[in-house]
């Protein structure tokens, strides 16, 4: 990563990796809060279809968590465990925002099998939860809440059915304020959900800031729940 404190217009640091390798292999390590990330999704969300397990750990052991798509919560809930386990290199004065797990919801037709999954257009969102929520440990670095991650450089969409090709991290809309937080004794866990953005929006925040996205998002009464043909809330010029 780049020592250069490079900033955008809006005056946030912008990171930069391009020019870093991520580590090499290592076996996983931290303190897993497996139980309590569950009883956690349970409480708040509903319960556990499954369980994505992985079979090969790098750094962490990563699972995905799914609560199913109900009458009551019309949506398909997928959230991390393990991006937690270790803490990440926060900076200086930021020493509170150390973990953090990661969520995404997708409409209730989403296909969700593991012979679905051999498509990328049924898979993207499962692969971004996985690498963003692996990205802070292979790097040493921190992901957290305003920040934005870009489909490469320059973005390009995530598959060729959408022009979506951004990650905004935020905290979640439809899950509860509850959800948002989880206190340990060892440590208390933010999670935070993607929001996909167009690059126009990408831009416009990088210029003016994240909070100036969120008049253009109330308009269209954006939230969490993956939508790849929403509006796009900055038109160019």
């Known amino acids: 990563m780049s020592e250069d404190k490079e900033k955008s217009e809006s005056g946030a640091r912008i990171y930069r990796y391009d020019d870093v390798e991520p580590k090499g292999f290592e076996a996983p390590s931290g303190e897993p809060s497996t139980d309590e990330i569950a009883d956690h999704i349970e ?8 369980v994505f397990h992985e ?3 790098d750094k962490i052991h990563l699972d995905l968590y799914w609560v199913k798509a109900t009458e009551e919560r019309p949506f398909h809930t997928l959230v991390t465990s ?10 200086e ?3 509170d925002a150390t973990h953090a797990e990661l969520c995404i919801c997708l409409p209730p037709e989403w296909k969700l099998s593991e012979e679905e999954f051999e498509k990328e257009e049924n ?4 692969r971004w939860l996985k690498q963003l929520a692996r990205f802070p440990h292979e790097y ?5 809440w305003g920040h934005t991650i870009p489909n490469g450089d320059p973005a390009q969409p995530f598959t060729p059915d959408t022009e979506l090709c951004c990650m905004l991290l935020l905290p979640p809309l439809m899950l509860g304020e509850e959800f948002n937080e989880l206190k340990l004794e060892n440590k208390t866990i933010n999670f935070f959900a993607l929001y996909p953005l167009y690059k126009e929006e990408m831009d416009f925040k990088m210029k003016k800031g994240v909070e100036a996205l969120f ?6 009464e954006m939230t969490e729940i993956l939508d790849i043909n ?3 809330t900055v038109k160019e010029g």
Request: net charge negative; no cysteine; charged share 20%.
């Open 43 to 50: 409480k708040h969300i509903g319960k556990v279809e499954m």
């Open 55 to 57: 079979l090969i750990s």
């Open 82 to 91: 393990g991006m937690s386990d270790i803490p990440m290199n926060a900076p």
């Open 93 to 95: 004065g930021a020493e």
């Open 123 to 126: 898979y993207w969102p499962l």
């Open 140 to 144: 040493s670095t921190w992901l957290w």
């Open 215 to 220: 008049d253009g998002f109330d308009e269209i």
């Open 230 to 232: 929403r509006p796009n």
